[in-house]
């Protein structure tokens, strides 16, 4: 089970820091990301963590904005965005998958498992 949390209103180029509660398995060999869908949009990634490691990629467009981790005592993955833009506002949701493989683009359909979503905001 995945509840991410963290979600509101911000003013460009403001931060948010969006958390995302894994339970109910171990996710030691698993690869956990988080994807947005905005306003009359596809849901796109946006970043990817292995579990084991912590390695990440990200989506380029928010390269050297957003960060994933992680933190294990508490079965949770972060996402913090820095110097957020409009073009951020979505809704934000986490996944996970049961592989540690990574790559920089992926699919929503590549992850079965699915929290719901929180709504972030950005205001001009």
């Known amino acids: 089970q995945l509840q991410a949390s963290g979600g509101g209103l911000v003013q460009a180029g403001g931060s948010l820091r969006l958390s995302c509660l894994a339970s109910?398995?171990?996710?030691?060999?698993?690869?956990m990301a988080w994807f947005r869908q905005g306003p009359g949009k596809k849901r796109e990634f946006v970043a990817v963590?292995?579990?084991?490691?912590?390695?990440?990629r990200y989506a380029d467009s928010v390269k050297g904005r957003f960060t994933i981790s992680r933190d294990p005592s508490k079965n949770t993955v972060h996402l913090q965005m820095n110097d957020l833009k409009p073009d951020d506002t979505a809704v934000y949701y986490c996944a996970a998958r049961a592989s540690p493989v990574l790559r920089s683009q992926w699919r929503p359909n590549d992850f079965p498992f699915w929290g719901q979503g929180t709504q972030v905001t950005v205001s001009s």
């Open positions: 963590l292995r579990w084991r490691d912590s390695d990440d």
């Open positions: 109910g398995r171990t996710f030691s060999d698993y690869a």
